[in-house]
């Protein structure tokens, strides 16, 4: 079973054709609202790649949540363990995506930064996983509490980088996996990553001994496993034609974590967890848009 520590927002996205300039109003944009937030959708996408997941998070006692609930009723798979705050609004996420399908999101955390180490050692307890995915959109001392009963309960920890917080360079070594973008790649290196070739460059230099990945959008991933002497490997991305890319690292983290824990090597669990993102990219909104298992293997036989 696998179990998500993180966030949950509501997504507010407006579609335009380009971003505005600073001090500039754009008027003719398009409206949607989605369940999103890093640790839902990474929790929706290992659920719906068909593992059993469950996710421990913290939100406000409002129209939000509300909506997100009821949003999520029918999801096969997913169980949620929610701190219910009546004073913190649940975490709230304005997104701009523009006509090539990039974003720029700002989030106000509210019950997000609430998130207790208590209640996620209970839920953790009671649960005992064999996976646990984290991201940085809850405190410190949350991500600190996990690394600490991870030997106790015995699960392997998928950690993913984002959004880039100064504090993870103190636990870096701790995770089984750790996955990153290029942007977070950059500051957690200090050095340059943007493509293939320099991604490959900073993985030279990592001197810890688990598994990273470095996401780098349509120039694929690039993998160094420790288990293979420290290869470095590059895996190209599909090609596909980019709508929204909110969501796209989450459903890489997600579908990965799900695709290891159900035995796949990491080498296919990084094909499927790149098809899974394809498809995401392909559609609207972030929770919206993560495909079920079916729909990534079918996918497979028309992307290139
Ligand atoms: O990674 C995408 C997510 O980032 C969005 O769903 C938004 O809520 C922010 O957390």
Redo the contacts with the bound molecule.
Sequence with gaps: MILVVG?V?I?FTIKVKRFPEEGETITDGSFFQ?P???G??QAVASARAGEKTSLVCSVGNDVFWNFIETYLKNEKNLTIFPEVYDNFST?I?F?LVDEKGKNK?V?SPGANAMLSPNHVRNVLEQSNPNFVVLQC?IPFDVVQTVMEMKNKLNFIVVFNT??FKSWIREIIHLPDFVIMNEVEAKHIFGKDVKDKDSAVNALKDYPFHNSVMITLGKDGVVLLNPEKGRKISHFPAFEVDVVDS??A??TFAGYFSAMISAGKDLEEAINLAQAASAVCVSREG??KSIPEIREVLSSLKNLK
Aim: charged share 15%; glycine share 22%.
């Design positions: 966030s927002n997504d989605s999103g937030g890093k839902l959708n975490g996420a997104i999101i989030v959109e984002a959004p909110t969501g690292g989450d972030a929770v």
